[in-house]
C-alpha cells in the first residue's frame, strides 16, 4: 500500500476522517514552505497538499490565484518545489500530494517529472486539467514510480465517469463540493451529503471532500459522511495573514 493508502486506512480504523490540509508552495517563499509543512503537521494535517503555481490557475479562487502569484514573483518553479519536497520528506513523514496543472508537468517533461518526484519523497499528483480519459499521458509515468495519480470528481461527474475516476487514479477521491472555482464559502450545499454517499457507493478509494471547506461547521458536516475534508483557501489565508 501507498502511504496515502496507509494514512486513509489507518483513520479509518481509529474512527476518524484524515484531514488533508493545502497550501501553495513557495508562498510567500520556497525558503518558508517546509516551516508551514511542519506548522500543518503539528496542526494535526494528516496530508500535505502543496499546490504548484500556475500562470494560468483556472480551476483557482482568488485566494489561491493571488497566492500563486506571490509565489511565481517570488521565483518558484516546479524544480524548485520538487527540491522543497525532499527537504519536508527529510524532517516530516506525512504523504504529499502536488496540487497542478498539467503544463508545468509537461514543460518539465513527464518522465523526468515522474523520476524527480519520486526521488523527492512525493506520494501523489493530482491534476487538475486532466480527466481520466486523458490520463494516459500521465498516468503510466507515474504508476511505473509508485505515485499515486488523484483525481478529481464534481457534483456534475456521472456514475460512468466516478467510476472510471476510482477505477484508475489511486491514493483517494478529490470530490469537489461544488461547481466553480476554489474559495471559501458560508455554506455547503444541502445536497452535498447525499452527494457524497453516492460516490462512496461507486469507488472503492477513500472519497475526501474540497472546494470551500473553510469552517468547522463544513469539516464536521464533510465527515460524517466522507473519509477525508481538505481545506485549502482558509489556510492560505492564514499563511498569508
Known sequence: MSRLADTFAANRKAKRATFV?????????????????????????????????????????????????????AGTTLAGVLETVAEIRGAEDLPIVLFTYSN????????????????????????????????????????????????????????????????????????????????????LAPELEDHVRTVRRLSKLPVAVGFGISRPEHVRMVT???DGAIVGSALVKAVHS
Open 21 to 73: 490540509a493545502y497550501v501553495t508552495a513557495g508562498d510567500p517563499n520556497l525558503r518558508r514552505t517546509p516551516e508551514i509543512a511542519t506548522a500543518l503537521r503539528r496542526g494535526g494535517a494528516d496530508v500535505l497538499e502543496l499546490g504548484v503555481p500556475f500562470s494560468d490557475p483556472i480551476a483557482d479562487g482568488p485566494t489561491n490565484q493571488r497566492a500563486a502569484e506571490r509565489a511565481l514573483a
Open 104 to 187: 508545468p508537468v509537461v514543460r518539465y517533461g513527464v518522465e523526468r517529472f515522474a523520476d524527480d518526484a519520486r526521488s523527492a519523497g512525493v506520494d501523489g499528483v493530482l491534476f487538475t486539467d486532466v480527466p481520466a480519459e486523458e490520463l494516459q499521458r500521465f498516468g503510466p509515468a507515474l504508476d511505473a514510480r509508485g505515485l499515486d495519480t488523484v483525481l478529481l470528481v464534481t457534483p456534475t461527474s456521472t456514475r460512468d465517469r466516478v467510476k472510471a475516476a476510482a477505477k484508475l487514479g489511486g491514493g483517494f477521491l478529490y470530490l469537489v463540493s461544488r461547481t466553480g472555482v476554489t474559495g471559501a464559502q458560508d455554506r
Open 224 to 226: 460524517r459522511v466522507a
